[in-house]
């Protein structure tokens, strides 16, 4: 949780937020305190002290550089203890101590060679020189200038070769040496024309790869929507193939049923045809078998004439 408060404290620094900056790293320092983590308040306290610094409350600044150097000391923290020493020696020239400033200064120059590290070594020079220029010991100023830009131009820290060029530039005008102080003015120019050009370049390349991601981004985007389009259209082509196969088969279920059904009127008509055809036999033999005993009935019973006859002459007889 602190090295969160502190470095949203940082994101605060860099936005010239320094009351919320305060803030945060307040909240650091009170849980690296709570933890006993040295280098966390060592680092706390050198951020708070920038805030002042920032704030141009000088005292309150070199209060928590102090503490930081402290803490930084007792833990053999020489990484930290170069930087806290460098902003205790500006706070000093600020303060127009420049004896004090100049003593901090050469400590951390001592950490920073022991350290074999030329950003520090480069910015100390130049640190130096702007002290004692500032206090008009130009010649003095000049030679820590030029040891700044040896350095610099061996480790090729382009930032503070700008620093040193301009600052022996105006050296030297102060000296009415114009034909040098043009000289380096040029070295400045050109020093910094190269920074802002790299700058621009590394900014257009930056743009192009923006560019050229977003572009990326842009074309699987489409490709994923014309995936998703084929997918869709292909789920509807096989929808579409399943519903005429199912249609299909139904039709074709259907022709079969009404084959079947046709197959199966036509037995049926037959057999009624012969079921007919037989009933019509069995009708003509019966009536046929009728037609033959009547005739027989009729051959054996006398006829009504006959009856007739007779009956005439049994009436004739009673008389």
Do not use: W
Request: hydrophobic residues 35%; proline residues 0%.
């Amino acid at each position: 949780m602190a090295d969160c408060y502190g470095n949203l404290g940082i994101l605060f620094i860099n936005q010239n937020l320094f009351d919320e900056a305060l803030k945060n790293q307040e909240k650091a320092l009170a849980i690296y305190k709570e933890l006993k983590n040295s280098d966390g308040q060592t680092n706390t306290n050198c951020n708070i002290g920038i805030i002042y610094a920032n704030k141009k409350d000088t005292a309150q600044a070199l209060k928590y550089f102090l503490e930081a150097a402290r803490i930084a000391e007792n833990s053999g923290n020489k990484h930290g203890l170069g930087a806290i020493y460098t902003n205790i020696g500006l706070i000093y020239a600020d303060l127009k101590k420049i004896k004090l400033a100049l003593e901090y200064q050469e400590k951390a120059l001592i950490i920073y060679k022991d350290l074999s590290d030329d950003q520090g070594i480069s910015v100390t020079y130049l640190n130096i020189a702007d002290i004692l220029r500032g206090n008009k010991k130009t010649n003095e100023a000049i030679s820590f200038y030029l040891q700044s830009v040896t350095v610099s131009l061996k480790a090729n820290i382009k930032d503070n070769l700008i620093s040193s060029y301009l600052g022996l530039s105006e050296c030297y005008r102060d000296k009415k040496d114009f034909e040098k102080s043009n000289g380096y003015l040029l070295k400045y120019i050109a020093v910094k024309d190269s920074v802002l050009n790299y700058d621009n370049t590394q900014q257009i390349r930056e743009i192009e790869t923006k560019y050229q991601t977003e572009k990326k981004e842009l074309e699987i985007k489409n490709l994923n929507v014309q995936k998703g389009a084929q997918e869709t259209e292909l789920k509807r082509q096989r929808t579409v193939l399943i519903s005429v196969g199912i249609s299909a088969l139904l039709l074709l279920l259907f022709l079969i049923y009404i084959f079947k059904a046709y197959e199966q009127k036509k037995k049926d008509n037959l057999m009624i045809s012969e079921q007919k055809h037989l009933v019509e036999e069995k009708q003509k033999e019966i009536l046929d078998s009728i037609h033959y005993a009547k005739r027989i009935q009729t051959a054996l019973l006398p006829t009504e004439k006959y009856i007739e006859r007779k009956m005439g002459e049994l009436k004739k007889k009673d008389k």
